[in-house]
C-alpha cells in the first residue's frame, strides 16, 4: 500500500502523504458501510468529508466522517430517558458493525463505551464519536479515522442520493491500474451514499462558524467554493440558518458560550484568519474572488446573529 500511495503523491504532487493513506482508508470504510443494509437506511453523511467527497472534490483533504440519524421521526414524543435508551440501542447496533468492518479491514476497534481510546459520547450522550485505529504506512505509528454520529438534529431539507469520489475519480490511469491492481481497485470503486443536501450542509457550515469554539478558514473556503460551483448564496439561505442554530443553541449550552464569545469578532468583522489550512490547499483559489466574498460574507453573519437570541 505504501508504494501506491506514494506513486499517487507524485503523480497528484501531494505533500501530506499521510491525509492521502487516510483519504483511501476512509473511501474503504465508507464502501463497506454504503452496503449494510442497517446502515445505509438509518444514517445520512454530513460534514466536511461529505462536502468534499460528494460535492467539491478535493481541494483539501477531510479526516473524520460524520453521520446523522435519518429518521428524527422516532424520537417525537418520547421523554429525555426513552430517547437515551433508544440512543443506546442504535450505538450498540452500530458498534457491532464497526467491529466487524475492522476485522476484515485491518483496523482496531472494539466497542469499549467507558474507553476512550475507542468510543467518546458528547451533547447529554446525544453524539457518540468511535475512533477506528489503523498503523499508518506513512507516518510508523498508530492513527485513527473519527465516526462521529448524531442522532438528534434539524433536517430542513430533502436527504440525497450522492457518489463518493475518489481523488482518481475522472482519470484513467492505465499504470496505475496496473502495478497497483487491487489498491487502484479498492480506491475507485463506486460508493454511493444517502447524504445531506447542498443547502443543508451551506446552513450547518454557516452554524459551525458561528458556534463551533474557535474559527477555522476552511470553513470560509467551503462556504466560498459552494457558492462558486453551485451558485447558491448564503443570504436567501438566513432564515434555514437561524432556525437550524437556533435549535443547537438551545440543545447545547456549550455553543451559546461559544457563540457569545465570538460575537463582538462578529461584529468588528474581523472573524476570518488564515491558519495552517492555507498550505493544505491541493487547488489555487482565486485570491480575488475570495477576498471580496470574505467581506462579504462577514456582513452577512452580522446580519444572521442579529436574529440569534442573546
Known sequence: MKEFIEDVAKRRAIQRTDLLEKDMRIHWLLSVLAKDRFFSRHFVFKGGTCLILC???HYRFSEDIDFTWRPQSVFSGKSQKEIRRMIS?????????????????GFDFR???????????GGGNKTITFKL?????????????????????????????RRVHSLLEGTSD?????????????????VSLATYDIKEI???KVRAILTRQGVKARDFVDVFLLEERYGI??????????EKTRFILALYEKYKRNLDEKR???????????????????????????????????????????????
Open 89 to 105: 440501542d442504535y450505538k450498540e447496533r452500530l458498534g457491532a458493525l464497526l467491529e466487524t468492518i475492522a476485522r476484515v479491514q
Open 174 to 190: 492505465k499504470e496505475l491500474a496496473v502495478l497497483f491492481d487491487e489498491e487502484y481497485q479498492r480506491y475507485t470503486t463506486p
Open 111 to 121: 466497542l469499549e463505551t467507558k474507553n476512550t481510546t475507542y468510543v467518546e459520547f
Open 202 to 204: 451551506i446552513c450547518e
Open 264 to 310: 463582538g469578532l462578529i461584529a468588528s468583522g474581523e472573524l476570518f484568519r488564515w491558519g495552517t489550512e492555507q498550505n493544505l490547499l491541493l487547488e489555487s483559489l482565486d485570491e480575488g474572488r475570495f477576498y471580496r466574498f470574505v467581506q462579504r460574507f462577514q456582513k452577512e453573519l452580522q446580519d444572521i446573529v442579529r436574529l440569534l437570541p442573546e
Open 55 to 57: 460535492y467539491l472534490g
Open 233 to 242: 448564496r448564503v443570504r436567501p439561505l438566513a432564515p434555514q440558518i437561524v
Open 133 to 161: 485505529w489503523y498503523e499508518s504506512e506513512m507516518l510508523m505509528t498508530r492513527s485513527f479515522i473519527k465516526v462521529q454520529i448524531n442522532f438528534v438534529d434539524l433536517l430542513l431539507f430533502a436527504i440525497r442520493k
